[in-house]
């Protein structure tokens, strides 16, 4: 998912005063920081499962690179990044450790930046299916549980976690297909442009990272994908309602 080609040590210095600073903040607010143990759930399958997905469609295309590597594994200390996993949680905005695959080894029967298209795309599709899920499970326990459970300390607790799990996962979706390099969108787009703006988009793709990390440290990126967030997860929850 996330693969920088440039030194990372000024990147992580900049993580890191993100981080400092929204642990202050959290210090000051018990609210909030109870929130984020809340999300801590959420961010643990969000990643693993979206890790997991991608080597696992490079696998089922023929690339056996994630396997030999362990990644074909739903622990979730085989792909967690510390740096990514702490942006997810402290600033909603993270990645999991990259699955490396190797495009020449896909199946002949389809191109390799198909392949590729293909394998980028399974991470943000496994998140949505899992808020889906989530989403599902969310609905049985409110109708079935009991007014008891819900309004007890444990029961408000599961909901809320239930809750933080579809929102972090509609949120590391969305985020990912952002199409702009390293995220899986760039990828995913590449087979729908035409050649002229396919090669533009090759040879120009570290200004194109440049781009997004502007966006991203200055949080114009959350700012404008939020709405999109928030709609999706208010639609699947609806759906998920009407289903049940």
């Given at each position: 998912?996330?693969?920088?080609?440039?030194?990372?040590?000024?990147?992580?210095?900049?993580?890191?005063?993100?981080?400092?600073i929204s642990l202050t903040n959290l210090i000051a607010s018990p609210t909030e920081?109870?929130?984020?143990l809340l999300g801590l759930p959420g961010v643990l399958i969000a990643i693993?499962?979206?890790?997991?997905?991608?080597g696992f469609v490079?696998?089922?295309?023929?690339?056996?690179?994630?396997?030999?590597?362990?990644?074909?594994s739903l622990n979730p200390f085989a792909h967690l990044d510390p740096i990514g996993t702490l942006m997810l949680v402290f600033l909603g905005i993270g990645w999991g450790k990259?699955?490396?695959?190797?495009?020449?080894?896909?199946?002949?029967?389809?191109?390799?930046?198909?392949?590729?298209?293909?394998?980028?795309?399974?991470?943000?599709?496994?998140?949505i299916i899992l808020a889906f899920v989530f989403g599902i499970i969310y609905?049985?326990?409110?109708?079935f549980a009991g007014e008891a459970?819900?309004?007890?300390?444990?029961?408000?607790?599961?909901?809320?976690?239930?809750?933080?799990?579809?929102?972090?996962?509609?949120?590391l979706g969305i985020f990912n297909l952002i199409p702009l390099p390293p995220l899986d969108g760039s990828k995913v787009i590449m087979p729908f442009l035409p050649y002229k703006a396919k090669q533009f988009f090759i040879n120009n793709e570290q200004i194109f990272y440049l781009v997004f990390i502007v966006l991203w440290i200055?949080?114009?990126?959350?700012?404008i994908i939020s709405p999109a967030i928030s709609w999706l997860a208010s639609g699947i929850m609806n759906i998920c309602s009407l289903i049940l």
């Open positions: 998912m996330f693969n920088f080609s440039y030194d990372k040590r000024v990147l992580y210095i900049i993580i890191a005063i993100l981080v400092a920081l109870f929130k984020i693993t499962f979206h890790e997991f997905a991608h490079a696998y089922k295309l023929g690339d056996n690179t994630a396997k030999l590597e362990g990644r074909l990259p699955v490396h695959v190797n495009p020449s080894n896909y199946t002949r029967k389809i191109s390799m930046e198909k392949g590729e298209a293909i394998v980028s795309a399974a991470g943000p599709i496994i998140n609905w049985l326990v409110y109708k459970f819900l309004s007890s300390t444990v029961g408000i607790i599961i909901m809320l976690m239930i809750q933080s799990t579809i929102v972090t996962n509609v949120g200055s949080g114009l990126a959350g700012r």
